[in-house]
């Protein structure tokens, strides 16, 4: 048999080499609107898909990178307070270096699962595991504040003990009374004392 032949067959017979992680791994850019005292992060659910991830696991990931509340219906997830792209682009590459891409490798070829009641990242290119460590909540300042005197428009996202409307801006509690859960009000902010805000609705 021919030489250039036979290596002819011998490369058609070897697997396809994986192309670079970065060609691999394509991730929509995020897309973030204001909504008064919050920032949607409408595609999250295409970001998730890209990255063959929980669209909730995502979200809250991404809540905890940006040290604040937040709600997901599913399709778009809402976070307290005024984020820039450049703010979800940081908490996603985060997410990414953490709960997609392979330690050994740095292919995005792996599966997030449950040994033993760790979570684990196995890599299907590779082989390799790794546990996933749980971060602390990032200390990324959220630049939105409370101050007396001021009107802000607020969803109630629970209830106190007292029956009032419980709402979250930037680091704050703020007790609406007369609101109920699932309202968005404008509220009168009449005191702050430490983390907690009063406010009347206006």
């Keep these: 048999m021919d030489y250039a032949i036979a290596l002819d067959r011998a490369f058609d017979a070897l697997p396809e080499r994986p192309a670079e992680a970065d060609a691999r791994l394509t991730i929509p850019d995020p897309e973030g609107e204001t909504d008064g005292a919050?920032?949607?992060?409408?595609?999250?659910?295409?970001?998730?898909?890209?990255?063959?991830?929980?669209?909730?696991?995502?979200?809250?990931?991404?809540?905890?990178?940006?040290?604040t509340n937040g709600q997901f219906d599913g399709q778009r997830a809402r976070y307290n307070g005024s984020f820039s792209v450049a703010d979800f682009e940081d908490a996603i590459d985060a997410y990414v270096a953490e709960f997609v891409t392979c330690s050994e490798c740095g292919l995005p070829d792996t599966r997030l699962v449950t040994e033993d009641g760790v979570d684990r990242l196995r890599c299907t290119a590779c082989g390799a595991f790794r546990p996933v460590q749980k971060k602390p909540k990032s200390t990324h300042t959220v630049r939105e504040t409370v101050e007396s005197g001021q009107t802000y428009e607020l969803e109630i996202t629970g209830t106190g003990r007292?029956?009032?409307?419980?709402?979250?801006?930037?680091?704050?509690?703020?007790?609406?009374?007369?609101?109920?859960?699932?309202?968005?009000?404008?509220?009168?902010?009449?005191?702050?004392?430490?983390?907690?805000?009063?406010?009347?609705?206006?």
């Design 162 to 202: 007292k029956g009032d409307g419980v709402a979250e801006r930037g680091r704050y509690t703020i007790f609406v009374p007369g609101a109920r859960e699932g309202q968005t009000v404008r509220a009168y902010i009449k005191n702050t004392s430490g983390d907690l805000a009063f406010a009347r609705l206006v």
């Design 38 to 67: 919050f920032t949607r992060l409408t595609n999250v659910r295409a970001i998730a898909t890209a990255v063959s991830r929980d669209p909730e696991h995502l979200f809250r990931n991404v809540q905890r990178e940006l040290g």
